[in-house]
């Protein structure tokens, strides 16, 4: 294994091209091309059952509540701020541990590996949920237990919990891994092809299996929980780290290391403008995204739309996404994520606020579903090699740890918001014709103020070197 002083020079590692010799570097680590390709294919393998879980799973959570009776302010909660209150306190603590971790397994895997059996057990456990749900409702007899409905949804959110904790944290250090590993002039590249497997997962689901969730998902749940827990453990076990400097000491500090790892964070993290505004990006862009993902599905059933048509629909969307992120990945190494990311936010913003004035029927909602969706996959793409292009290395996945906790706050606020807005607008309507329009409406307002903030991240950027020379500031 190379020493730093064997390693090229750091801008050589911000070149388009490999080095001589057909050698990629990513600190410690060498790669010929045949290493390169066996890195992407482990990667990439571990991905494809993660997106799976994604792809799977959190779809069908609204569909699933309304199923067991929740109202549009419980998915809300459930899917909006939970996640984003775990977030918040979870994501700080993992990601400031990893950057400061040292062992024989590199300092993102011990954190990747150890939760995934939990996700996969909760996974198994949601697949029984109902009844479970009834077990519970029967056990504690009819005089003093909730409803049935009430029951369900309750041993959902146990589980629900266990899965976002282990999400919680595989999110907030599975970039951080890659950005450890992959080389960074094909780091593009890496991520456009990981969004074709995640898109690739999604199709499959949307067109095959989405119209028969109701009725099938337990089997689905329990397959994916079990997958996904084999070959995500297998990819951690065979994706070796390099080495990495001694972390920086801890200082002194009158409530102890946890206070000095408080103070630490926030000083890091919250005390640089230029990354304050990186962060107000992702959080509206975030809280833009947030109605549209939670309720379409309940906006495709207004409008009178089955659920195997919305799959297919989705199907066509994500498959339009997997076809343009091989070019976008590559746009993205070629002229920088920055400028891909300001791009996609315009094109979102503009189809949004079309959607709004035109989406009336079943017809004109597959139309926006598919275009507002097409142009939400730009952004995924755009921004997925953007932190790694942007924040400081070694401590990277503390300062992603703070985007995700401006993500969360910014959906903490909006599902509930949005999800009880809804439900008073749609009070005295039954939940088969809801007017669900107005979440294109929120789409846009706050898409375009994400681009104002980027616009503003752009130029911020600039002034620290461009493309060519930018170097993170400390």
Same mark, same amino acid.
């Given at each position: ?7 090229p020079?750091?801008d ?31 990667l990439?393998?571990g991905d ?51 950057d ?19 996700a ?68 593009g ?18 067109? /095959? &299996? ?6 099938? $998902?337990? #089997?689905?749940?329990?397959?994916? !929980?079990?997958?996904? %827990? =084999? ?41 640089k ?5 990186f ?10 995204f ?17 659920m ?35 791009f ?11 959607? /709004? &004035?035109?989406v009336?029927?079943?017809?004109? $909602?597959? #139309?926006?579903h598919?275009?507002? !969706?097409?142009?939400? %996959? =730009? ?12 924040l ?34 749609n ?8 007017d ?39």
């Amino acid at each position: 294994m190379p020493t730093a002083d064997e390693l090229p020079p750091a801008d050589t590692l911000n070149d388009a091209t490999p080095p001589a010799g057909k050698l990629w570097h990513a600190g410690t680590l060498t790669y010929t091309k045949s290493g390169l390709v066996m890195l992407f294919v482990f990667l990439l393998g571990g991905d494809f059952t993660w997106q799976l879980r994604d792809r799977f799973i959190i779809p069908t959570m609204p569909l699933l509540l309304r199923k067991f009776g929740g109202s549009d302010f419980i998915t809300g909660l459930l899917m909006g701020t939970l996640p984003a209150a775990l977030g918040i306190l979870l994501a700080p603590v993992v990601s400031y541990r990893s950057d400061r971790h040292r062992g024989r397994f590199g300092r993102r895997i011990p954190f990747l590996l150890i939760p995934t059996p939990f996700a996969a057990a909760a996974m198994v456990g949601l697949a029984f949920t109902p009844v479970i749900g009834r077990w519970l409702h029967e056990g504690m007899g009819s005089p003093n237990s909730p409803s049935r409905s009430a029951c369900i949804i309750f041993v959902f959110a146990f589980f629900w919990t266990i899965f976002e904790l282990g999400a919680v944290t595989c999110n907030t250090l599975h970039g951080a891994l890659i950005n450890d590993v992959v080389p960074r002039p094909v780091i593009g590249r890496f991520f456009g092809l990981f969004r074709v497997l995640s898109l690739g997962a999604g199709i499959f689901f949307s067109y /095959f &299996f989405f119209g028969k969730v109701e009725a099938h $998902f337990m #089997a689905m749940f329990i397959g994916i !929980g079990l997958l996904y %827990g =084999i070959c995500f453990s297998i990819m951690c076990l065979t994706v070796k780290e390099g080495d990495y400097p001694p972390p920086p000491p801890t200082r002194k500090h009158p409530l102890g290391p946890l206070g000095a790892a408080v103070e630490t964070y926030v000083r890091d993290c919250f005390t640089k403008p230029y990354y304050l505004w990186f962060f107000l990006s992702f959080m509206l862009a975030h809280m833009a995204f947030t109605p549209v993902n939670l309720f379409s599905i309940y906006y495709a059933q207004s409008v009178g739309m089955d659920m195997t048509t919305y799959g297919k629909y989705s199907a066509i969307q994500l498959l339009c996404s997997m076809i343009q992120a091989p070019f976008l990945g590559w746009l993205a190494d070629k002229f920088h994520p920055l400028r891909m990311t300001l791009f996609a936010l315009l094109m979102y913003a503009a189809s949004t606020l079309l959607a /709004f &004035f035109l989406v009336r029927d079943a017809r004109t $909602f597959a #139309a926006a579903h598919v275009i507002c !969706g097409t142009c939400s %996959g =730009i952004w995924l793409t755009a921004t997925a090699p953007l932190g790694p292009a942007l924040l400081p290395k070694m401590r990277f996945a503390t300062f992603m740890s703070a985007t995700g906790i401006s993500i969360a706050i910014g959906s903490m606020i909006t599902a509930p918001i949005v999800g009880r807005w809804l439900d008073y607008v749609n009070r005295h309507q039954p939940p088969g014709s809801r007017d669900y329009h107005y979440i294109y409406l929120w789409a846009s307002g706050f898409v375009t103020l994400s681009l104002i903030v980027t616009l503003v991240v752009y130029k911020k950027f600039m002034n620290y070197g461009g493309p060519k020379h930018y170097d993170a500031p400390e």
